[in-house]
């Protein structure tokens, strides 16, 4: 498997990550309590993250993506 150096973080990296992190913390707190809402609030926090990845572009170039 050869990684693409050319291939630029993806939009909304960022708040993917704040999210992950957010329904690991949630998904921790509900394993540890055997709450089963806070685990699927975890689920649900997770699925928001993957479908960032779905909304459509706004037309503007990342930073530092200028072509000259």
């Known amino acids: ?3 693409d150096r050319e291939r630029r973080a993806g939009r909304f990296l960022e ?6 992190i ?3 913390v949630v998904a921790l707190a509900g394993i ?7 685990t ?4 649900v ?5 993957l479908l960032l990845q ?3 572009s706004d037309g503007e170039d ?5 072509d000259d």
Request: aromatic residues 14%.
């Open 1 to 3: 498997m050869r990684l």
């Open 15 to 20: 708040w993917k990550v704040r999210l992950f």
């Open 22 to 24: 957010v329904a690991a």
């Open 32 to 38: 540890a309590t055997e709450n089963r809402w806070w």
């Open 40 to 43: 699927g609030a975890a689920t």
């Open 45 to 49: 926090i997770l699925m928001g993250g």
């Open 54 to 56: 779905f909304l459509p």
């Open 62 to 66: 990342p930073e530092g993506a200028e």
